[in-house]
């Protein structure tokens, strides 16, 4: 699927965002102490099929990493309500970049609109 980027007016993380956020950033070395006071959304991908937000800030929150770029971590979580989801977190020239969030439904049917809220049955957390 082909991911869209489109602008929006930059807007604070959602508690989820921030928490995975928070998270996957937490557990990795290289980021486990960086700023995000002046981190924002600024841009969502309108697939329609994901959450997917782009992140945005000031000054990299990471100059130290400027000239790479890649996936930071993972976080797969499994739902009592049956929905699979998906975060992954990314980074361009120490910036962060792309917060990717799908949610899956596991049920056969599997056309539910993903839930404002859930119970969480598994989490698991991988730095990348
Ligand atoms: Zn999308």
């Known amino acids: ?29 290289d980021w486990a102490d960086v700023d995000l006071s002046t981190t924002e959304v600024v841009a969502a991908c309108d697939c329609g099929n994901c959450d997917a937000v782009y992140l945005g800030a000031e000054t ?11 996936y930071i971590g993972r976080i797969e ?27 899956l439904d596991l049920e056969e049917k599997g056309d539910r609109k993903r839930p404002s809220q859930w119970r969480e049955l598994a989490h698991v957390y991988t730095k990348m």
């Open 60 to 70: 990299p929150q990471n100059p130290r990493l400027k000239g790479t770029k890649g």
């Open 1 to 29: 699927m082909k991911m869209e980027r489109k602008p929006i007016s930059p807007r604070p993380l959602s508690p989820h965002e921030q928490s995975w956020v928070r998270e996957i950033l937490q557990g990795h070395p």
């Open 77 to 103: 979580i499994r739902t009592a309500e049956a929905f699979g989801i998906t975060v992954t977190l990314d980074q361009h020239d120490g910036n962060l970049d792309q917060l990717y969030v799908d949610f």
